[in-house]
């Protein structure tokens, strides 16, 4: 399977949603939220880990930044953030009880609707805020973490509020679960300066991206709307997925997460 650096994975999403792939984007998040929430639920069961705290990435507040970088802006920012939306929708309908925290929302319809849907759903969007205490307060409630805070289009170094909000995570003792890559992690040489997360469990999203070499714990591979036809384009050498399932699982280098499920 090929891993992927971070112009390729924008260069695919590219292709999935230009004319040749014909997908929109509200697809694509509503896919890869649903195989995010369904990777979470297969390792951390409803009876003894129901409370999920899902941590969302910056809204349209990023669009600052995305100017100064044509990656980001070439894809739009702050996808992950509607990843996790919608993962919280979903572990909702699975019959979790999700929380939101989202410090920096978006005012893009998208996402707006995105809340909404999660607030129908009875979800609490703890208000946004730079005081970190709601987090741990969060927290300290919580069974298990989502972290959807960045993506592929991450730039370090972090900055506020998020560069507080990871410590706050890797310090709390509760599993993680990461989207596409953990955060605070350089897509393409990982870990490097020990300041993402510390992830028990990984869905890469379409393809792992490199820094996702590094990673050790459960590792699914979720997204599974790529067509053959853009796989083949990208060699991608995708594994089969089982079934109807959103996710496989991959082989990780070690299955000693820091927490048993
Ligand atoms: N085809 C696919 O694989 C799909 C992937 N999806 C998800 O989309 C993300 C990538 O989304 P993108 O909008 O390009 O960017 P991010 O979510 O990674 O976040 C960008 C966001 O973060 C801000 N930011 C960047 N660096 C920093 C920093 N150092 N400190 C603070 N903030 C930072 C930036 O300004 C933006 O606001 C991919 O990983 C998947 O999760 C979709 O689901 C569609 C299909
Ligand atoms: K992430």
């Known amino acids: 399977m090929r891993y992927l650096t971070a112009r390729i994975a924008q260069q695919i999403d590219e292709e999935l949603m230009s004319a040749v792939g014909a997908f929109s984007l509200d697809q694509l998040m509503e896919l890869a939220g649903l195989a995010c929430a369904q990777a979470?639920?297969?390792v951390y069961r409803k009876d003894t880990h129901s409370r999920v705290l899902v941590c969302c990435g910056p809204g349209n507040q990023g669009l600052f930044f995305a100017l100064l970088s044509e990656r980001v802006l070439l894809t739009g920012p702050d996808v992950q953030g509607g990843?996790?939306?919608?993962?919280?929708?979903h572990l909702g309908m699975f019959g979790y009880r999700p929380i939101v925290y989202m410090p920096k929302p978006?005012?893009?319809d998208i996402y707006k609707h995105l809340q909404t849907q999660c607030e129908n759903m009875g979800i609490t969007i703890i208000p946004p805020s730079n005081d970190l205490g709601p987090l741990v307060e969060a927290l300290s409630n919580s069974d298990v973490v989502l972290d959807a805070i960045f993506?592929?289009?991450?730039?370090?170094?972090i900055r506020a509020p998020f560069d507080g909000?990871?410590?706050i995570l890797n310090d709390a003792g509760v599993p993680i679960v990461s989207v596409d890559i953990p955060s605070g992690w350089n897509v393409e040489k990982g870990n490097d300066l020990g300041v993402g997360l510390k992830s028990d469990v990984l869905v890469s999203l379409t393809a792992p991206k490199e820094g996702a070499k590094d990673f050790i714990g459960t590792h699914f591979l979720g997204g599974r709307f790529v067509p053959k036809s853009i796989a083949e384009k990208f060699q991608l050498d995708l594994p089969a997925y089982p079934d109807f399932q959103q996710i496989v699982e991959l082989e990780s280098q070690s299955k000693s997460n820091r927490h048993q499920y």
């Open 40 to 42: 979470l639920a297969t």
């Open 83 to 89: 990843d996790g939306l919608v993962a919280a929708r």
């Open 106 to 108: 978006g005012s893009k």
């Open 151 to 157: 993506g592929f289009s991450f730039l370090p170094p």
């Open 165 to 167: 909000v990871l410590p």
